[in-house]
């Protein structure tokens, strides 16, 4: 993590900037949809996912990163895995916002 003062939209502002590595969590099936020479491939589109974090450092870094910010700018790729990563890192970092925190993506 980063941190310098500068301008932001004509105002002073702290600028804290940070990195993730790819994706903050990965989807998967339950255990009981993990043979998949057991399991019917139509019954995987009515099957529950579960969401966890590739990494406990990075969700708890973004969760602490969170608290107290005005704006949040992400800049990650112009594609869909890009996009995702965006919501996963949102999140992440939902719980600490201010009630008026921007999020410009």
């Keep these: 993590m980063h941190e310098f003062h500068g ?7 702290r600028i804290r900037v940070t990195s993730v590595t790819g994706h903050v969590f990965s989807t998967d099936f339950p255990g009981q949809y993990s043979n998949w020479e057991a399991v019917d491939p139509v019954d995987l589109f009515r099957a529950p996912t579960r969401k966890e974090p590739t990494s406990k450092f990075i969700t708890h870094h973004l969760a ?5 910010a005005d704006v949040l700018v992400l800049w990650l790729d112009c594609d869909r895995e890009g996009e995702n990563i965006c919501f996963e ?4 970092m939902q719980q600490g916002f201010k009630s008026h925190t921007r999020i410009l993506r």
Excluded at 7 to 13: I, K, T
């Design 89 to 92: 890192v949102i999140d992440c």
């Design 7 to 13: 301008r932001f939209e004509g105002q002073a502002a």
């Design 64 to 68: 602490s990163e969170g608290k107290g």
